[in-house]
């Protein structure tokens, strides 16, 4: 496609529900990017894939979040049991190889944890 | 490691007078820098870029930018501001050779008519 796609864009789960939230790259990015961005804060790294493999995860905040990218192009952000501090858009984005490449960003999932 | 600062939470500048919006960064090695910016409801637009040679380098909606390696600052520069750039700036750093991007807080830029 044109652009980053993610869904959904919004959001409402209880506590104690598990989501996923999609994001569809720009055809032919081989890296993804998962951030978190909480109301009036910056974009946070949650995780990162090159086609398929997950290179960093350091930004996971707890084992309750996962994230997959198992053909190298779709990806899904997983969070299980959610908390209300789970709170947040949760942005994707897409680049090139090369590290002097733009990321370019989906318009976010808004996630709100009742 | 690698960060961000962004030490004005808000701008305020009269619709035609120049802007700028600061950043500072703090990277171990040669940094590729950002500026993206944000409407309400919106994801991040990327507007420009400094990877290497020319320090001053130009981007989207006639914005430009200034890579200052001696003062580690690449602040967001505008001749003329519009009401229409009335948003959130987002300045990032990336360690050359690294995937990771890093964010600062952001600033809220509001041009007054």
């Known amino acids: 496609g044109a652009g980053v796609s993610q869904s959904p864009r919004y959001k409402v789960a209880k506590r104690g529900q598990d989501v996923a939230l999609r994001c569809d790259p720009i055809?032919?990015?081989?890296?993804l990017f998962w951030y978190q961005q909480a109301l009036g804060q910056g974009p946070e790294f949650l995780t990162y894939?090159?086609?398929?493999?997950?290179?960093?995860k350091s930004g996971l905040p707890s084992d309750r979040f996962f994230a997959e990218r198992p053909e190298g192009s779709v990806s899904t952000l997983k969070i299980q049991r959610t908390q209300q501090e789970d709170s947040a858009v949760y942005l994707c984005a897409s680049g090139g190889r090369g590290s002097g490449n733009t990321i370019y960003f989906g318009e976010g999932s808004w996630l709100t944890v009742v | 490691a690698q960060s961000v600062a962004q030490p004005e939470d808000q701008v305020n500048v009269a619709e035609g007078n120049p802007l700028t919006v600061k950043c500072t960064y703090s990277?171990?090695?040669?940094?590729?820098l950002f500026w993206y910016v944000q409407y309400p409801n919106r994801g991040l637009q990327f507007l420009l870029k400094y990877i290497t040679g020319d320090n001053l380098v130009k981007g989207s909606y006639g914005f430009e930018a200034e890579f200052n390696k001696s003062q580690t600052s690449f602040h967001l520069k505008k001749p003329s501001a519009l009401v229409s750039d009335s948003a959130l700036y987002f300045c990032?750093?990336?360690?050359?050779?690294?995937?990771?991007?890093?964010f600062g807080i952001g600033t809220k830029l509001q041009v007054i008519p």
């Open positions: 055809s032919g990015h081989v890296s």
């Open positions: 990277v171990s090695g040669n940094p590729y």
């Open positions: 990032a750093v990336r360690l050359a050779g690294y995937q990771k991007v890093t």
């Open positions: 894939f090159q086609n398929e493999a997950q290179l960093d």
